[in-house]
Every structure is written in structure tokens, then in C-alpha cells.
């Protein structure tokens, strides 16, 4: 094992977040209180600070993916996974995905302008849902679907499901 690994694993232990305060919400409908936080989130400016800016991880601490193996950077990947939850931030990354560019996209989040929560998640997702320029190439969960589309299969129809045929239906 790279000697740096258990410090920086250490590092992203430390980087998870402490326990959000709770403040008493000022509305006595707790309703309202949540379409105030969509509305508020619909309509924000740009995020003002990184990831990095909340954790306190920088990724120039992080060592470039030529110099790991590809179990060390499973497990880096992982924990950093976990400290990313701990900030309510998931972040969506193909299955297939080689452990090299999973490695490189988890800590290029850390130089992101991000959103913080409280409430709920914040997905961090690369698909556009075209895979032509896609940033995950070849193992774009999208291409399966696009070559079908491609190749004149289209998706399935709905009304053709084991649940009956569209004269089933009431509409």
C-alpha cells in the first residue's frame, strides 16, 4: 500500500461533517417552511464556494491515479464516498466505471462550486443523457438506450407490459 493512503484516509475521516445544528424554523406550517427552502434552491444564484471550501480537502492532497493501485483508489473512492454523504451530496457514477476515472472525477468535486444542505440530498450527476461527448465515453450507462434508438428498436411500449394491453387502459 502507497505509504500516504492511511493519511489521507485519516484526512477524509476528518472531513466529514459534524452534525448540522438544528434551528427552530420560523414557520408555524412546516409546509410552507419547505416551499420556502424549494423555492429558495429553484431559484439560486450559482453555489459561492467549492466542496473542497466545506470539507477542507484540497485536491492538489490527493495523489494522481498513475501512482495507485486500483484497490487504493477503490478505497479511497469509497471513503470519500461516505464523508460526500455525511455533506448530503451523492454523487452518480456508472457501475463499470474503471477505479482511474472514478478516482479523478470524486476528487475533481472538491474544486466544484457546491450547495450545501441540510435537508435532503444534493445529487452531483455527469450524465447528460446523450452519450456522444459523454465524459464517462465508452461506459455511459446511456449508450444502451441510444443504440437501441440508433438501430430502430426504440424502447419498449408501455402498453404492451404483461399487465394488459392499452385497451386496458381507462384513458
Given amino acids: 500500500m502507497h505509504l500516504y493512503i492511511p493519511y489521507l484516509l485519516q484526512d477524509i475521516a476528518n472531513a466529514h461533517r459534524a452534525e448540522p445544528q438544528m434551528e427552530e424554523s420560523?414557520?408555524?406550517?412546516?409546509?410552507?417552511?419547505?416551499?420556502?427552502?424549494?423555492?429558495?434552491?429553484?431559484?439560486?444564484?450559482?453555489?459561492?464556494?467549492?466542496?473542497?471550501?466545506?470539507?477542507?480537502?484540497?485536491?492538489?492532497?490527493?495523489?494522481?491515479?498513475?501512482?495507485?493501485?486500483?484497490?487504493?483508489?477503490?478505497?479511497?473512492?469509497?471513503?470519500?464516498?461516505?464523508?460526500?454523504?455525511?455533506?448530503?451530496?451523492?454523487?452518480?457514477?456508472?457501475?463499470?466505471?474503471?477505479?482511474?476515472?472514478?478516482?479523478?472525477?470524486?476528487?475533481?468535486?472538491?474544486?466544484?462550486?457546491?450547495?450545501?444542505?441540510?435537508?435532503?440530498?444534493?445529487?452531483?450527476?455527469?450524465?447528460t443523457g446523450d452519450p456522444s461527448g459523454c465524459e464517462f465515453k465508452e461506459y455511459c450507462p446511456c449508450l444502451e438506450n441510444y443504440d437501441k434508438l440508433n438501430e430502430g428498436e426504440g424502447f419498449e411500449d408501455p402498453g404492451k407490459s404483461d399487465l394488459g394491453g392499452k385497451e386496458d387502459l381507462p384513458y
Wanted: charged content about 25%.
Fill in 26 to 127: 420560523p414557520w408555524e406550517d412546516p409546509l410552507e417552511g419547505h416551499f420556502e427552502a424549494v423555492e429558495k434552491y429553484l431559484s439560486r444564484a450559482e453555489p459561492e464556494h467549492t466542496f473542497g471550501h466545506y470539507c477542507g480537502l484540497q485536491s492538489e492532497d490527493f495523489p494522481p491515479a498513475e501512482q495507485l493501485s486500483v484497490k487504493e483508489m477503490k478505497l479511497v473512492c469509497k471513503a470519500f464516498e461516505r464523508m460526500m454523504s455525511s455533506w448530503n451530496l451523492d454523487i452518480s457514477l456508472p457501475n463499470k466505471l474503471p477505479a482511474h476515472i472514478a478516482y479523478r472525477m470524486m476528487v475533481e468535486t472538491l474544486d466544484s462550486k457546491t450547495e450545501i444542505v441540510n435537508f435532503g440530498f444534493i445529487g452531483i450527476d455527469f450524465c
